[in-house]
């Protein structure tokens, strides 16, 4: 992953998402997971685009069991979309960059 997509651990979490002025798209990941490694570039390409008001980050599920049980994420990649603090959307399983676009532009 680039430096436009932000490792999230319990110490940022807050921070990064909860207290955000824009949205943030987390995903939920493990190394060993073949659809989250191909979703890394969609993931990327999403943070890097000006366009589209949004912060991207990452929560590794095998690191951090606290916030994967927390917003109850049971496979991976889960996709959480966050706005204003609070869980706005998800989407579980392997997607493309569109549907993550078309999710985004409702929280306009």
């Not at 955000?20 to 979703?39: H, I, N, R, Y």
Request: proline content about 5%; aromatic content about 6%.
């Amino acid at each position: 992953m680039n430096n436009n997509v932000i490792e999230l651990n319990e110490a940022n979490f807050d921070r990064e998402v909860l207290n955000a002025t824009q949205p943030v798209l987390v995903e939920f990941w493990a190394g060993w997971s073949d659809p989250c490694k191909a979703m890394a570039p969609m993931l990327e390409s999403v943070a890097e685009d000006d366009a589209v008001p949004v912060k991207v980050a990452r929560v590794n599920v095998e690191h951090h069991e606290k916030l994967t049980e927390q917003y109850g994420v049971r496979a991976v990649p889960t996709l959480l979309i966050f706005n204003q603090g609070g869980l706005q959307d998800q989407i579980v399983g392997r997607t493309t960059e569109q549907a993550v676009r078309e999710r985004l532009e409702r929280l306009k």
